[in-house]
């Protein structure tokens, strides 16, 4: 089949999402019986809007899969030692499965300090240095157990990429993986992964000199930069699959019709909301692909997916209930 006149195929993250959902409830029902809740804390400082809306969605989906949840509100001032004090109490917490600081914090506030103060057993982000040096040395194996049989809590969206491809059978091994993005949350654990299940791996990112050369030559695009439309058709290759991790609002007139022309569903919900979202792909650049993933629903509904999941590994091997061998 020719890829230029092929349909690309979508890559539905809502459904992806919703079948690992389903198992993770699954888990928590097997626990139950053993008399094991799963519990999440999740920390939010101050008032950032953003922020808010996904650590709602974060509470409200563990409430769906019967995963207690707890969500802290510190006031915008407070310091590093005082959350480093609540970090302690939720470590010394026997309920409490999993810890998730919702970043961005203020800037008085020492992130890295903190991330480093979570215990790597509830570190259901992944960021601890420990889980990230696992991740790079031992690799992601999906949702249990990394191949020593150590605990794997990989950050989530980078997990959920994984399992786009891997649940959509989009072969990884001997592929050309780019990744665009080098942030400590989404592009170097994506190409660390991708390393690990045994693409070619290179990573661009705002000092790449003429990065459309990388992208051209890429079976696997993940682009992860947050700028509206950055990657362009000229960008890909034909047939490529492109995963796309950007959510970026556009609230332009003059955008909508940019990277939507012609597009009335989409024309209609702008003048709803007076916003949209777009990701870091551009429209037009998915036409060309073999498959890709939409904006919204596709990257972006599997990362509460893989953090209900860390939460219930994190439990399962914290309370002994993961086999180990
Ligand atoms: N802010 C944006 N993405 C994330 C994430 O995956 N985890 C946390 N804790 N904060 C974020």
Redesign the pocket.
């Known amino acids: 089949m020719n890829p230029h006149t092929a349909t690309p195929r979508i890559l539905d993250g809502i459904a992806i999402a919703a079948g690992i959902k389903a198992e993770v409830a699954h888990q928590v029902r097997q626990l139950g019986p053993q008399g094991i809740t799963p519990g999440l804390a999740v920390i939010l400082v101050g008032d950032v809007p953003a922020s808010q809306i996904y650590v709602r969605s974060k509470v409200k989906t563990c409430g769906e899969l019967g995963i207690y949840s707890e969500m802290i509100t510190p006031p915008e001032t407070i310091t590093t030692e005082e959350m480093l004090d609540l970090i302690a109490k939720l470590n010394a917490r026997e309920d409490i499965d999993g810890i998730?600081?919702?970043?961005p914090l203020p800037a008085h506030v020492d992130t890295r300090r903190l991330l480093e103060a979570v215990a790597p057993e509830k570190d259901v982000?992944g960021f601890h240095p420990i889980n990230a040096g696992r991740l790079l040395a031992e690799g992601y194996s999906g949702a249990t157990t990394s191949r020593s049989g150590k605990l794997a809590l990989a950050?989530?969206?980078p997990a959920g990429i994984m399992e786009i491809l891997r649940r959509s059978d989009i072969p990884i091994a001997g592929k050309n993986a780019v990744v665009i993005g080098r942030s400590d949350?989404v592009g170097k654990p994506a190409a660390s992964m991708l390393l690990n299940a045994s693409a070619t791996v290179t990573v661009c990112h705002s000092r790449t000199h003429n990065l459309a050369r990388f992208t051209r030559e890429a079976d696997i695009l993940v682009a992860a930069i947050g700028r509206s439309g950055f990657v362009t058709p000229d960008m890909i290759k034909p047939g490529a699959t492109l995963i796309d991790v950007g959510i970026n609002r556009i609230t332009d007139q003059s955008q909508v019709d940019e990277f939507f022309p012609g597009d009335e569903a989409r024309a209609a919900l702008f003048a709803k909301r007076g916003s949209t979202v777009v990701g870091d792909i551009h429209p037009a650049a998915f036409a060309l692909s073999g498959a890709y993933t939409p904006v919204p629903g596709g990257v972006g509904a599997l990362?509460i997916a893989m953090l209900m999941q860390n939460t219930v590994t994190a439990a399962r091997s914290r309370r002994s209930t993961l086999d180990r061998a």
């Not at 998730?100 to 970043?103: A, D, K, R, T, V």
């Open positions: 998730l600081i919702q970043l982000d950050p989530c969206t949350i990362t």
